[in-house]
Structures are given as structure tokens and as C-alpha cells.
């Protein structure tokens, strides 16, 4: 499916979300690619692409020689040029010339369309087109809406009206999948396509990176900060379900952890975090169905402590944990023994370092009061 929400900024800019959507556009399965090379084909037709993104930022302007589909090369050219290196049509001396290998900047205004003649180093004279020029007629006679509305199930009219809000965006688009795409049959051209859009309305140019990474503030329940109480940070990770999430989570802090972990065991082996748990945990905190099992495992390798729920946990890590120090929770286990999911688990969580918050300015107020 194709989640959509419509921001309506000043900027035009397009959001894909997976909740809280103004519009739910459903696509038969396996058929993404199609409905992404729909857009691409409407974004081309109606002149609604990035032509100086294109051209400088893509592999669109490249030469390709039609007798062999491949690109031509700089070896193609002369006996001792390059394998690596591809080449563009200027249209101003009608020839062909190299791209650079060591910068981005366009040595020549590169065509996308047409095809011309090259003399190859043999002597040979071969056809070549640009990539961009290819591409457009493999969309034109293939990937037009209704051809790919047969395919992917999305009406002819609701494919065009999505790649003019593409366009609007003017690079402001963010693709967001629920799980890696590659895991889907055919995941690579789905990829293949993001990558395209993105491309042909110069959605990732260094700028729109930068402001991009400026807006992010992180993913919730994914080493999301949640407060400082007494000079120790607290950090909600509860989408680290598996010892591997777990890892990373660890060795992203230098400073000393106070683990809380627990939930209903999958299953795995939990050696993979001793060094860690000796290097760089104060203290674990089990929770859950797995927390007589992961006490096995962690047993002598660093003080445990065990809690009935998430409050008693957060209150056991609280009193453990020193100033300069990290509360992380970050499972290693499913959800599922005592919450809906891992979100479920992780508002949880901070509600009870919020109430822990709140209970100790109540305490300070009484004691001002006294």
C-alpha cells in the first residue's frame, strides 16, 4: 500500500505516513514498482522534473551505445582511457566528451534526449542515447497510468494527481516503508523506483539533506530521550526487540547503563551482550516472562534486579543509576506478555519516568511548604 499525507505547507511539501493520513491509497501487491514508474512517467511527460538536479546529480545523462546496451566508455574512445569512466553529448560541439571522475560539476550542459553517432577508437561508428532518453521511452510505451493501473490497481487519475504533489513538493518528499523493502518479492525495483522519484524532482540534493537532517528529531521508541531527572538521562529504545538492536543500542552511550530488559523470550541466545554488559552496564533491570531466563544469562556478569511491571522497574533503575548516567530501556525481547506491542510498552515506560518526575516535584513542593 501507498500511505499519504498531504502537509499542505507553504512549500508544497509531501509527507509519507504510515498513521494519522489524509489519504489511503491502496496498491495491489507487488505492483509498487508499477505505480512508482507511473508517476515517473507523468513527472517526465508533463515537464515536471529537476532538469538541473538531473543532469548534475543522476547517471540520466550518461551515453548508452544501442548496439551493445551499454554504457560507452571512455576506453570505447581511446585505447588508454578509463572503464570507469562514461561519457556525456554536448549538444554546443556535438560530440561526445567524459563526465569527471572527481567532482559533480558539469564540464559541458549534458543532452537527455536524441541520438547521435560516435566513432569509436576500432574505427567503428555506433548509435548512442542518453540514459534519460531511454528511460523516457520505456515509461512512454510501458508505464503510462492506465497501462500501470492495470497492474498495480490504482486508478489512472489518482496515479497523475500523486506525481503532481510530487512535483509540488520540490524535493520535499520522504519515502517511508514499514519494513525493508528488499524482504518483498521484487523489493529491489520497488527501491529502484524510490530512488527515481527522488531523483527526477531532486529530492536529494545536498541542501534538502541538510535540512532534512536539521528537521529530524528521531523515530519514537528508537533511542528516543525522554528526560534528565537528577543529571541522569533516561532513553526509551522498547523497539529493540532482539539482542542484535540491543548491541547497537549499547555501544551508541559512553557513559555508564542502567539496563532495563525483559518481555517474552524469542528464543535467541543472549551471549552476544555480556561484553557489553561488563564494559558498560551498572545494573540490569528484568521485567516480564524472559527475566528468569535472562538472569541465567546474565548471572555474575552484572548486578540484576528484578521488577513486577514497567513502574517498579523505572523506579528500581532510578534508585541504581548515578548522576551522569543512562536509564536505557531496551528489551531484547517481543512485547507481548504484558503490552499490546513494543509502542504500547514504550509509552508505558515513560509514563512511569514522567510520574517518577512529577512525584519528586510534589515531594519538593511539601518539603518547600513544610
Not at 509540488?168 to 521484487?186: D, L, P, R
Request: glycine share 8%; charged share 25%.
Amino acid at each position: 500500500m501507498v500511505i499519504v499525507r498531504w502537509a499542505g505547507s507553504s512549500n508544497g511539501s509531501a509527507v509519507l505516513s504510515a498513521i494519522h493520513a489524509d489519504e489511503w491509497v491502496p496498491v495491489e501487491p507487488g505492483g509498487d514498482a508499477a505505480l512508482g514508474l507511473a508517476i515517473c512517467q507523468v513527472l517526465i511527460e508533463k515537464g515536471l522534473i529537476d532538469t538541473a538536479f538531473v543532469k548534475e546529480q543522476t547517471d540520466l545523462p550518461l551515453l548508452v551505445r544501442l548496439d551493445t546496451q551499454k554504457f560507452l566508455r571512455a576506453s570505447d574512445l581511446d585505447p588508454k582511457g578509463r572503464e570507469d569512466q562514461c561519457c556525456y553529448w554536448d549538444p554546443a560541439s556535438n560530440k561526445a566528451v567524459l563526465a569527471p571522475l572527481d567532482t559533480l560539476k558539469l564540464p559541458v550542459d549534458p543532452a537527455l534526449e536524441g541520438t547521435f553517432q560516435v566513432t569509436l577508437a576500432n574505427g567503428q561508428s555506433v548509435q548512442v542515447r542518453p540514459v534519460f532518453s531511454l528511460l523516457k521511452d520505456l515509461l512512454n510505451r510501458e508505464y503510462t497510468p492506465e497501462q500501470a493501473s492495470k497492474q498495480c490497481g490504482t486508478h489512472p487519475d489518482t496515479i497523475r494527481r500523486l506525481a503532481d504533489m510530487c512535483a509540488k513538493a520540490k524535493g520535499h518528499i520522504q519515502v517511508m516503508v514499514g519494513w525493508n523493502s528488499c524482504k518483498y518479492y521484487h523489493g529491489d525495483l520497488i527501491e529502484r523506483v524510490m530512488c527515481l522519484i527522488l531523483a527526477l524532482t531532486g529530492g536529494a540534493t545536498v541542501q534538502a539533506c541538510r535540512e532534512v537532517l536539521a528537521r529530524f528529531t528521531g523515530l519514537p521508541h528508537r533511542l528516543e530521550w525522554v528526560a534528565r531527572l537528577d543529571g541522569v538521562d533516561y532513553y526509551d529504545d522498547s523497539k529493540g526487540t532482539n539482542v542484535g538492536a540491543v548491541v547497537r543500542a549499547l555501544e551508541h552511550f559512553a557513559r555508564p547503563v542502567v539496563l532495563i530488559a525483559g518481555g517474552r523470550d524469542k528464543g535467541g541466545e543472549y551471549a552476544p551482550l555480556l561484553p557489553l554488559l561488563r564494559q558498560k552496564v551498572r545494573q540490569v533491570v528484568l521485567v516480564g516472562e524472559a527475566k528468569e531466563i535472562m538472569a541465567a544469562a546474565f548471572w555474575g556478569v552484572v548486578p540484576l534486579a528484578m521488577a513486577d511491571d514497567m513502574a517498579a522497574a523505572v523506579r528500581l533503575a532510578a534508585a541504581a543509576a548515578r548522576p551522569g548516567d543512562v536509564v536505557l530501556l531496551s528489551p531484547a525481547c517481543s512485547s507481548f506478555d504484558m503490552f499490546r506491542d513494543y509502542a504500547h510498552r514504550g509509552r508505558v515506560f515513560q509514563e512511569a519516568v514522567k510520574e517518577m518526575s512529577h512525584g519528586r516535584a510534589r515531594s519538593q513542593s511539601s518539603r518547600v511548604g513544610v
